[in-house]
Nanobody, 118 residues
C-alpha cells in the first residue's frame, strides 16, 4: 500500500511562507484526488485544498489567494505553498489521497506541524 509522508512544516512569523510536501512511496497517478487537511488544537480536521486527477483545484475560503496546491507526478509528490500566513493557520497539516478525499479507506500521512507566530 502506498504511504504518504509530509514534510516542510515549522515555525514561521505571520506574513511568512512555507511549502509543504507530501511524498508518496508509490505512484500517485491512480489517486482520483489528493488533498491537504489541517487540524488545530481542540478543533475538527478541515479540508484546506484539493487537487483532482485532472488537475482541478479547490480551496477553503480562508486559504483562497494565499494557498496553492500542486503536484508533480514524476516525483510522486504533492505540495502546498502557503503565503501570507496567519496565526490562525497554526495546525497539524495532513495529506490525504484516494478516490474520495477524506473518505474511509483513503490514505493519510502522519502530519506536519505548522506554527505561525504573531
Amino acid at each position: 500500500q502506498v504511504q504518504l509522508v509530509e514534510s516542510g512544516g515549522g515555525l514561521v512569523q505571520a506574513g511568512g511562507s512555507l511549502r509543504l510536501s507530501c511524498s508518496a512511496s508509490g505512484s500517485i497517478r491512480g489517486f482520483n484526488a489528493m488533498a491537504w487537511y489541517r487540524q488545530a488544537p481542540g478543533k475538527q480536521r478541515e479540508l484546506v485544498a484539493m487537487i483532482t486527477r485532472l488537475g482541478t483545484t479547490s480551496y477553503k475560503d480562508s486559504g483562497k489567494g494565499r494557498f496553492f496546491i500542486s503536484r508533480d507526478i514524476t516525483k510522486n509528490t504533492m505540495y502546498l505553498q502557503m503565503n501570507r500566513l496567519k496565526p490562525e493557520d497554526t495546525a497539524v497539516y495532513y495529506c490525504n489521497a484516494g478516490n474520495i478525499v477524506g473518505a474511509p479507506g483513503s490514505l493519510w500521512g502522519q502530519g506536519t506541524q505548522v506554527t505561525v507566530s504573531s
